[in-house]
C-alpha cells in the first residue's frame, strides 16, 4: 500500500536533487551513477510503483540539497562527538529557503515540505532541542540528548535511549513510546508521557521526577524505574501542611534496587543552605498519595524549598525537591490583609464577586482570606457570611 524510502546518506555523500511528487511514480533510480548524487553504496529501483512517500536520513558527514519536494520525514543521525544546539523546529513545516549546519550534517532546502523531524543521537554526540514539535529521538551509544520545551508527537516513532546514553526530558511532553534499553538511562523531570507505552528493560533506568506518567510503569529484566513526585505547597505559617506525591522504587525481575525508605526536608529560600527534617522518615512506597506532614510552627513567612531523598541500593539517594511558600497567618474575612475586619473588606469581596477587580489585585491582597466556607471558591456564601461577621464585630 505504501512505499517509504529513506534515502540514506553516509559519510562523505551528498545529493542535489527535485524528488518526484508522492503518490504514484513510474520510475525512480538511484545508484552510484545516478548524477544528482555522490558516494551512494546501494542500489534503488522502482518501477510502477503506487503510494510513494519519500524520507531522508542523513548521517554524520554527510549534505543534502532538496529542492519542491515533500519529505515525508527528516532523519539526521549524529554518530561523532559534537555538541549540537537545535531550537524553534517544527513538524509540518513548509520551508521556502532554509540551511541548516548540525555538526558535520547539512542540510540545504527550497520550497520543500517536512511533515516530521527525527534526531538520533550516537557515539559521544551532545544534542539539545529546545522548542521544537519533532517526531522521534533516539539515543545510543554514549551519546546524551535533551529534550527542553519540546513536544514529541510519535509522527517518526517514539522517545528511546539505549546503550550507555542518557535522554533527558525537561518541561516537555511525549505523546508516543517511551523506551529506555541496555544500560541506559532516561530522566523525565517536571515533563509528561501521555502514552500508555512506557518500557524499560535490560539493565536500563527510568527516572521520573515531579512528572506525569499516563502508562503502567512495568520494568523488565534488570531494569528499575525511580518515580519521585513533591507537590508544591502554599501555605500559612503555623499549620501542619501534608505533604503529597510519590515515593517509589519500581525493579524488574532480575534487578537487585528496591526501596529502603524515604526522607522529607525543607530548607529557607531557592537554594537552601541548611536542611532540616520536615518528617519522620518512611519506608513504605507512595504512588499520588500522602508522604507525611510539616509542622511550620515557628517559621517565617517567605520562600522555602522541600526535598524529598528516596533512598535505594544506590549510594546516592534519588532527589525531588519542590517550592513552598509559607504566608503570614490572617484572619478570615481580613481581604486587604491589615490585620482588622472591617466595611472594607465587603466592599472588596463585593467587587471582585463583581469582576471588577481580579483576584488578589489590590486592594484585594489575601484572596483565600475571602473564603469563609473553604470550598475552594468565592462566591455569595461567603459574602453572606463575611455580613454575618462584619454585623457581629
Not at 515525508?72 to 529557503?97: C, M, P, W
Not at 540528548?145 to 539505549?162: E, H, I, M, N, P
Not at 509528561?192 to 506525569?212: E, F, G, K, Q, T
Request: proline share 4%.
Amino acid at each position: 500500500d505504501v512505499v517509504l524510502l529513506w534515502i540514506t546518506l553516509f559519510d562523505g555523500s551528498s545529493i542535489d536533487t527535485v524528488l518526484p511528487p508522492p503518490g504514484d511514480v513510474p520510475a525512480f533510480d538511484l545508484d552510484a551513477q545516478t548524477g544528482w548524487a555522490q558516494g551512494i553504496p546501494y542500489s534503488v529501483r522502482f518501477r510502477d510503483c503506487t503510494g510513494v512517500w519519500w524520507a531522508l536520513m542523513a548521517r554524520s558527514g554527510s549534505t543534502a540539497t532538496v529542492r519542491n519536494s515533500a519529505l515525508r520525514a527528516v532523519g539526521t543521525y549524529f554518530e561523532k562527538d559534537h555538541v549540537i544546539a537545535i531550537s524553534g523546529l517544527a513538524n509540518n513545516t513548509h520551508l521556502g529557503q532554509a540551511d541548516f549546519q548540525w555538526g558535520d550534517v547539512a542540510y540545504h532546502f527550497t520550497d520543500t515540505a517536512v511533515t516530521s523531524w527525527n534526531f538520533y543521537c550516537n557515539g559521544q554526540t551532545r544534542l539539545t532541542l529546545t522548542s521544537c514539535l519533532f517526531g522521534e529521538l533516539i539515543a545510543g551509544d554514549a551519546g546524551e540528548a535533551w529534550a527542553v520545551q519540546s513536544l514529541c508527537d510519535g509522527s517518526g516513532g517514539y522517545l528511546g535511549a539505549f546503550g550507555d546514553s542518557r535522554l533527558v526530558m525537561f518541561l516537555s511532553t511525549n505523546l508516543s513510546q517511551t523506551t529506555a534499553g541496555d544500560s541506559a538511562a532516561v530522566y523525565v523531570v517536571h515533563s509528561a508521557l501521555l502514552s500508555p507505552v512506557v518500557d524499560a528493560h535490560d539493565d536500563a533506568l527510568l527516572l521520573l521526577v515531579n512528572a506525569l506518567c499516563q502508562g503502567d510503569l512495568r520494568p523488565r529484566d534488570g531494569a528499575a524505574v525511580f518515580e519521585g513526585r513533591l507537590e508544591e505547597v502554599r501555605a500559612e505559617v503555623g499549620q501542619r501542611v501534608t505533604l503529597r506525591g510519590s515515593a517509589r522504587v519500581l525493579p524488574g525481575p532480575d534487578s537487585p534496587l528496591r526501596l529502603e525508605r524515604y526522607a522529607l526536608q525543607y530548607g529557607a529560600g531557592k537554594d537552601p543552605l541548611e536542611w532540616f527534617p520536615a518528617d519522620d522518615d518512611h519506608a513504605a512506597a507512595v504512588r499520588d498519595g500522602i508522604l507525611g506532614t510539616w509542622d511550620t510552627a515557628g517559621l517565617a513567612p517567605g520562600r522555602y524549598t522541600l526535598r524529598m531523598w528516596i533512598y535505594s541500593q544506590f549510594e546516592e539517594p534519588f532527589e525531588v525537591t519542590s517550592a513552598a511558600r509559607l504566608l503570614e497567618s490572617r484572619e478570615l474575612g481580613d481581604l486587604t490583609g491589615d490585620g482588622r475586619i472591617r466595611a472594607l473588606d465587603g466592599i472588596v469581596l463585593a467587587h471582585t464577586l463583581a469582576g471588577n477587580i481580579g483576584v488578589g489585585e489590590p486592594p484585594c491582597r489575601c484572596p483565600d482570606c475571602g473564603d469563609l466556607d473553604s470550598d475552594g471558591l468565592l462566591g455569595s456564601s461567603d459574602q453572606l457570611m463575611l455580613t454575618q461577621l462584619l454585623a457581629e464585630n
